[in-house]
């Protein structure tokens, strides 16, 4: 059983930077495809971004390409989340997951193991 937490989220001005981390525990987390998802109060939870379990580019939603860089360090079991020139509209609660889909990686059904998520909030 795979336990995942999420640091790094904060308040932040339109334009400013955040990395967030995740950290797992308690599975082989090189198996494992890691994914960021977000969820903005009232809103459905949404895909931001993926990256495969040897890490190399990741997958991105269109509203985060070319902002977001999703990367991660097998050998610390953590996945991070750069995210630059940030938008109230990325205000979220960012979750991070992991799973082995068969299917797409965009889809959240595919994910096995969530963590809490990490409050983002970018002002005007």
């Known amino acids: 059983q795979m336990q995942l937490g999420e640091s790094g989220g904060g308040l932040v001005q339109a334009g400013g930077s955040l990395r967030l981390s995740c950290a797992a525990s308690g599975g082989t987390f090189s198996k494992y495809v890691m994914a960021w998802f977000r969820q903005a109060p009232g809103k459905d939870r949404e895909f931001s971004a993926a990256i495969s379990p040897g890490g190399g580019a990741g997958l991105y939603s269109d509203s985060v390409k070319g902002r977001l860089v999703i990367s991660r360090d097998n050998a610390k079991n953590t996945v991070y989340l750069q995210m630059d020139s940030l938008k109230p509209d990325d205000t979220a609660v960012y979750y991070c997951?992991?799973?082995?889909?068969?299917?797409?990686?965009?889809?959240?059904?595919?994910?096995?193991?969530w963590g809490h998520g990490t409050q983002v909030t970018v002002s005007s």
């Open positions: 997951a992991a799973g082995r889909p068969s299917g797409g990686r965009q889809d959240l059904r595919n994910y096995d193991y």
